[in-house]
Nanobody, 124 residues
Framework: QLQLVESGGGLVQPGGSLRLSCAASGHTLDRYAIGWFRQAPGKEREGVSCISSSGGSTNYADSVKGRFTASRDNAKNTVYLQMNSLKPEDTALYYC?????????????????WGQGTQVTVSS
């Protein structure tokens, strides 16, 4: 089964930036749309963004629109989530997942299992 690995999380002050990465070993990602999700303590997992397989289309949840940017480098088999102007409410465990396409800002299906995620903490 396709498994993705997230990295790049950390502790950052409000207003700061982080870039998350999503990679797969043994599989090429260029045929998949990639969605980013997050889950804060005590809350349900929520979609954040989705990028099409070509990278030509990206969609975002209203809560991150204008601050987060999804991109991909298919040559490096890696998808990124650039997060700017971070807020304390962005604190969560962030996951990526692969799907056949994007339905708005979430994948239309899921081909990969949930990974370990990468923790993002925004705090002063």
């Amino acid at each position: 089964q396709l498994q993705l690995v997230e990295s790049g999380g950390g502790l950052v002050q409000p207003g700061g930036s982080l870039r998350l990465s999503c990679a797969a070993s043994g599989h090429t990602l260029d045929r998949y749309a990639i969605g980013w999700f997050r889950q804060a303590p005590g809350k349900e997992r929520e979609g954040v963004s989705c990028i099409s397989s070509s990278g030509g289309s990206t969609n975002y949840a209203d809560s991150v629109k204008g601050r987060f940017t999804a991109s991909r480098d298919n040559a490096k088999n890696t998808v990124y989530l650039q997060m700017n102007s971070l807020k304390p409410e962005d604190t969560a465990l962030y996951y990526c997942t692969a799907g056949p396409g994007c339905s708005g800002y979430v994948p239309s299906g899921r081909f990969s299992s949930w990974g370990q995620g990468t923790q993002v903490t925004v705090s002063s």
